[in-house]
């Protein structure tokens, strides 16, 4: 789809925005589960989290991440007191950085790899933003077109999903402050 200054842009009904948003909820699920643990676990007895092949992974979330970023700034969205997509570019750019741009930037760049390794173990912490990202689940429950009773559910299952999430930050946490 093009714009009418001619760039290219994504319909935020579109398939493959659709699938994307599936991918990038997957690994936003992934980091809720690894972040955790190889922030505030002790890297030296849990090294396969910290192995070559996870950091690889990592590496290529965080990729995934920023590219997504920009994916979005070329994403339609709908523009409730119109009632119509909006395709003007700019118009979509200035959404998505009054939006959700400041959280979605701050967790696709790791910014522990560019600093000082007596500063990296603060900066790490940073990498909790991408926990973040979880809250397109209900985004994407909301947009799909599926019953409203089935809706509810989802977002209930959501909701369930979201709290194993904080108790496995809480409790890393309690592991690093005990253990």
Request: overall charge neutral; some cysteine; hydrophobic content about 50%.
């Amino acid at each position: 789809m093009r714009a009418s200054d001619g760039r290219i842009i994504f319909s935020y009904s579109s398939a493959f925005i659709k699938y994307w948003n599936y991918a990038v909820i997957v690994l936003a699920i992934y980091n809720s589960i690894t972040i955790p643990i190889s922030i505030f676990y002790d890297e030296a007895s849990h090294s396969m989290f910290r192995g070559e092949v996870a950091g690889f992974m990592d590496a290529i979330v965080d990729l995934i991440f920023l590219v997504d970023v920009i994916i979005t700034f070329r994403t339609t969205y709908l523009d409730t007191s119109k009632g119509c997509e909006e395709t003007d570019t700019h118009k979509i750019g200035m959404t998505y950085l009054k939006g959700s741009f400041t959280i979605d930037f701050a967790s696709s760049v790791p910014f522990a790899e560019f600093v000082p390794t007596s500063l990296k173990s603060a900066v790490k912490l940073l990498g909790l933003l991408k926990l973040l990202r979880i809250s397109r689940l209900s985004v994407a429950v909301t947009s799909s077109n599926a019953a409203q009773a089935d809706k509810v559910q989802m977002k209930i299952v959501i909701m369930a999903f979201e709290l194993l999430v904080v108790m496995h930050v809480l409790g890393t946490i309690w592991f690093a402050l005990v253990g």
